[in-house]
Nanobody
Framework: QVQLVESGGGLVQAGGSLRLSCAAS????????MGWYRQAPGKQRELVAT??????NYADSVKGRFTISRDSAKNTVYLQMNSLKPEDTAVYYC?????????WGQGTQVTVSS
């Protein structure tokens, strides 16, 4: 069973930065894709960023501010978040796809104060 464990969330002022980490129990290259999603109170879960072999994808709302990357030596995917805004406040979830299986982490809270 694949496990994804997120860390790095917290409280930050608007304009600040955070880096989220997602440690996987398997090689990051064993997945077709990995990514980050977020869910704000009262809203649906939405895609933030994904990474697969040779490509990355970002939601329009985070382009130019967030960067997704992966470290194969540590089996970890990162989300570097810069120029944070109050509307980035949400629970952030790590996601991994392998064939027909979808895996989720438990989530980490990010709160951006104005």
């Amino acid at each position: 069973q694949v496990q994804l464990v997120e860390s790095g969330g917290g409280l930050v002022q608007a304009g600040g930065s955070l880096r989220l980490s997602c440690a996987a129990s398997a090689s990051v290259f064993s997945f077709n894709a990995m990514g980050w999603y977020r869910q704000a109170p009262g809203k649906q879960r939405e895609l933030v960023a994904t990474v697969s072999s040779g490509s990355t994808n970002y939601a329009d709302s985070v382009k130019g501010r967030f960067t997704i990357s992966r470290d194969s030596a540590k089996n970890t995917v990162y989300l570097q978040m810069n120029s944070l805004k109050p509307e980035d406040t949400a629970v952030y979830y790590c996601n991994a796809l392998r064939a027909l299986a979808v895996y989720w982490g438990q989530g980490t809270q990010v709160t951006v104060s104005s």
